[in-house]
Structures are given as structure tokens and as C-alpha cells.
């Protein structure tokens, strides 16, 4: 029956590989996530927040937010720099 699947999946079984593809999918959603952050907390926070005075420290605690919900920074930050 396992002669058909790669040696790797055939050892574990298929629960596992299922469970390797979710891991390596949340680790691109999380990497995808930081690089987000770390941009949106460099040059998009003055952009969204216009009037807001944003120190070091407040940036430093947005980064874990915004890479949690990268897909809405990136939304909130296309509307404020307005239409293109």
C-alpha cells in the first residue's frame, strides 16, 4: 500500500506530513509577517498614524501586532498612502 508515497511520509504517515506542510506554512506567514512589521514600523506608521508622535519603544511594541495581522497592516497601509 506505502510503495507509491516518498520513504519520509511512508515512516511517518500521512498525519505527519500534513502536519510539516501546516508547520512550514505558518513559518512563511510568520517570516511574510516580520518583514511586514519591520517595514510597516519603519517608514508606514508616520503614514497610517499621521498624527501621532510614535517613540521607539511604542514601535518596538507595535512589531508583534503587525505580524500577527500583516494581511490588515497591508490593507490599512495601501488606503492611507490613498488611491493610486
Not at 512563511?28 to 510614535?54: D, E
Amino acid at each position: 500500500m506505502r510503495g507509491d508515497l516518498p520513504d519520509s511520509v511512508a515512516y511517518c504517515g500521512r498525519g505527519a506530513a500534513i502536519a510539516m506542510i501546516l508547520l512550514y506554512a505558518f513559518a512563511l506567514y510568520l517570516l511574510i509577517g516580520l518583514v511586514t512589521a519591520v517595514a510597516f514600523v519603519s517608514f508606514g506608521l508616520a503614514t497610517v498614524l499621521p498624527h501621532w508622535t510614535v517613540s521607539l519603544g511604542a514601535r518596538i511594541l507595535f512589531i508583534p501586532g503587525a505580524t500577527a495581522l500583516w494581511p490588515y497592516v497591508l490593507v490599512r497601509w495601501r488606503q492611507a498612502r490613498g488611491p493610486s
